[in-house]
């Protein structure tokens, strides 16, 4: 798993078994895109519902919204986007690629060693003298031949307007918080919440990155779940850790390893937070960060009062106390979080006949099919039809008679199917099956009648 050529062989079977495409891949492609197919958009979807179901329906005082895409201007302004949410660029003055200064630092310090260096801490300056002292070369061409670094921002423009004199400038959001903070009003009115309360968000967001790259770890257009928690400034302490504890707890129960996992305090702070952390994950490529916890103070609901001229204040109905909330922030990638789940999941299991066999460990409520049914010889399909409609009811099941059934325990290994129902003459006779486990292999006898809530107690679902 610490291989890096197990990120090559891990896009190769997402192509392959239909988890993830490139995107517009009939013309060539469109860099830094990728399309989720038949297998991908399940086990994505059952990341979702399990992200929800711990931080919405699990959640006390907890409540979801589903926010535009596209908003208003000024909500960039107030957030602070439209002015710096930007990254260092440089250019290669050689080859005319584009690279971001932190990351070329970053990379070259991976490389030779050098651990513990704050370089979210460094001025551009600092970064510049950094790069031309350790003449740290450009990875697509090797000159170190560099302009300037600049600050690049990464929000996606485009127009609003319907004639061609008239059209405003608009953004396609870069987060999704921004969404839940503009309807902090309207969802305390309508939910009658009493702060502290959280609001939640999955949604599309769209960066101009300049290095994206490692598969989905970081492209243009990306998923994120969002929790934004809002509390009283003496509680913000506590909420954080709290988060900070349910951000790891939520990534253990998705079947990411502890051993794995690692909380890492960002060095440099922005001016209004108290503190932040990135929970960070062991990819292919090294540590890196999975997702983010900050304590923002009441920075952004301050910020939208001042611009938007609503008042954020929150009257306590036990102290009579007037406040503007502070706010702990939780923000996930939901593709990046897929990424560490299909590094984690992948397997080569060298079997006693000397053959290898690629697993998928998913958890049985994150695998994208939990069950597959085949029947043994193609003259028994019929009886296995019925199975298998018995089973499409109560669970994401799959049918394959095609091949031998060596192959297609395979191919359901590859896809991580916790389960496979074989058919056999057994089937007619004495209305059994046999269902055999992914992890150990081992088959079960089991009766017809007894399947479905034998797969619910195996699946723990
Ligand atoms: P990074 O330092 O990796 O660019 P960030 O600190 O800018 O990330 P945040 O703005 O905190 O990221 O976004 C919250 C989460 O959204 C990240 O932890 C990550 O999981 C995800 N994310 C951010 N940018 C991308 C991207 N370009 N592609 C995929 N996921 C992303």
């Given at each position: 798993m610490e291989k890096l050529e197990n990120l090559d062989k891990i896009v190769n079977l997402c192509k392959g078994r239909g988890f993830i495409f490139q995107g517009s891949e009939i013309y060539g492609g469109m860099g830094n895109t990728w399309d989720y197919g038949p297998i991908g958009i399940e086990l994505k979807n059952n990341v979702k519902r399990a992200w929800w179901k711990k931080f919405v329906q699990e959640a006390d005082n907890s409540f979801g919204v589903d926010a535009a895409i596209l908003m208003n201007s000024r909500v960039w302004d107030a957030s602070g986007h439209t002015a710096s949410f930007s990254d260092p660029k440089m250019d290669?003055?050689?080859?005319k690629t584009r690279h971001r200064a932190d990351n070329l630092i970053e990379d070259y310090n991976k490389k030779h060693g050098v651990e513990n260096m704050a370089v979210d801490a460094m001025s551009n300056e600092e970064m510049q003298a950094y790069i031309t002292e350790h003449q740290i070369k450009c990875p697509?061409?090797?000159?170190c031949d560099w302009t300037e670094i600049k600050n690049f921002n990464l929000m996606f423009s485009t127009k609003r307007g319907v004639t061609d004199s008239n059209q405003d400038v608009i953004y396609l959001r870069p987060e999704t918080a921004q969404g839940e903070f503009v309807n902090f009003l309207n969802v305390q009115r309508t939910t009658r919440a009493k702060v502290p309360f959280g609001i939640a968000q999955i949604g599309k967001a769209f960066r101009n990155e300049i290095t994206p790259g490692n598969f989905i770890f970081r492209t243009i257009e990306f998923e994120q779940m969002e929790h934004q928690f809002f509390c009283h400034e003496k509680d913000g302490e506590k909420y954080y850790n709290e988060y900070k504890q349910k951000a790891w707890d939520f990534a253990t129960s998705v079947g990411l390893k502890p051993e794995h996992l690692r909380f890492k305090d960002h060095d440099k702070l922005a001016f209004y937070a108290k503190a932040a952390c990135d929970l960070q994950y062991l990819f292919p490529m090294g540590w890196n960060e999975l997702n983010g916890i900050h304590n923002r103070t009441n920075h952004d609901l301050s910020r939208h009062q001042e611009f938007s001229g609503k008042s954020m204040l929150y009257l306590d109905p036990i102290t009579n106390e007037r406040y503007v909330p502070n706010d702990i922030e939780y923000s996930i990638g939901c593709d990046r979080l897929i990424l560490a789940l299909l590094c984690e999941a992948y397997d080569e299991e060298l079997l006693e006949n000397g053959e290898t066999r690629i697993v998928m460990h998913f958890a049985p409520h994150i695998a994208p099919y939990k069950v597959a049914v085949l029947p043994?010889?193609?003259?028994?399909s019929e009886k296995a039809r019925e199975v298998f409609k018995k089973l499409q009811t109560k669970f994401m099941a799959t049918y394959d008679e095609a091949g031998s059934i060596g192959k297609r325990y395979r191919r359901q290994d590859e896809i991580g199917t916790p389960y496979c129902v074989t058919i056999d003459f057994d089937s007619l006779e004495k209305d059994t099956v046999t269902v055999r486990d992914r992890d150990t292999m081992k088959q079960d006898i089991v009766k017809i009648d007894e399947l479905v809530d034998y797969l619910q107690q195996k699946l723990g679902l």
């Open positions: 290669c003055k050689n080859c697509n061409c090797g000159k043994l010889q193609k003259n028994l």
